[in-house]
């Protein structure tokens, strides 16, 4: 398997490859994102990268590094040691082919932008659903600390930083 930036030619495949996501997961919530929202969902959101992960030339995985979503930063600053003025950087858009699912891709996507992110000498920051409990541990593994709980309209979010 290969991580690596994408394309604008990838595009297409990518919000298909969402959409799949979404229809076997229900995440995000199709009541809050329909599947024809998302790909301005996706491509609004303040990317500073996007990353693939690529199996025979199929795209299989996908995850950002992305500025911090406004609504969930104050929970993210408060979680922060004062004297830390460290910028943050959130992980986020991260879905994976239900076909290839439990094979280890996301938690490489995971690890290579944490890493990333860490050679910037930034601070990760995450947020992932209430009912996911299995990227909550995958968060843990990697040092992340859940710092908050916040209610949306979709569902609960737990904050998470990566110390
Ligand atoms: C969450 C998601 C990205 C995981 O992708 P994946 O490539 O299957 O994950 P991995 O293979 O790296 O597995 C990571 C861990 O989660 C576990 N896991 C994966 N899918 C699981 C599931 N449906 N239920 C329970 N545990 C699961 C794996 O067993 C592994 O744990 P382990 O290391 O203790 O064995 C994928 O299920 C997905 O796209 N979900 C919908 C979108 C989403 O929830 N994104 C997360 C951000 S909110």
């Known amino acids: 398997m290969e991580i690596r930036k994408i394309t604008e030619s990838d595009r297409d495949e990518i919000v298909r490859l969402y959409q799949k996501?979404?229809?076997?997961?229900?995440?995000?919530?199709?009541d809050f994102y329909p599947p024809d929202s998302l790909d301005t969902e996706?491509?609004?959101?303040?990317?500073?990268?996007?990353?693939?992960?690529v199996?025979?030339?199929?795209?299989?995985?996908?995850g950002l590094i992305e500025n911090p979503n406004p609504i969930s930063l104050d929970f993210w600053l408060n979680g922060m040691p004062p004297s830390?003025?460290?910028?943050?950087?959130?992980?986020?858009?991260?879905?994976?082919?239900p076909d290839f699912s439990r094979k280890g891709i996301y938690s490489e996507l995971l690890s290579?932008?944490?890493?990333?992110?860490?050679?910037?000498?930034?601070?990760?920051?995450?947020?992932?659903?209430?009912?996911?409990?299995?990227?909550?541990?995958q968060f843990?593994?990697?040092g992340g600390e859940e710092v908050a709980r916040q209610k949306?309209?979709?569902?609960?979010?737990?904050?998470?930083i990566f110390k």
Request: glycine share 6%.
């Open 42 to 53: 996706l491509y609004s959101r303040d990317a500073l990268d996007r990353y693939v992960a």
């Open 21 to 30: 996501s979404q229809a076997a997961t229900h995440i995000p919530n199709p």
């Open 112 to 137: 290579h932008r944490l890493n990333i992110i860490r050679k910037m000498g930034a601070i990760a920051v995450s947020a992932t659903w209430i009912t996911n409990i299995h990227v909550q541990r």
């Open 152 to 160: 949306v309209p979709a569902g609960v979010l737990c904050l998470f």
């Open 140 to 142: 843990m593994k990697e």
């Open 84 to 97: 830390n003025n460290a910028r943050l950087l959130e992980l986020g858009g991260a879905f994976v082919d």
């Open 55 to 62: 199996m025979d030339q199929k795209i299989v995985g996908h």
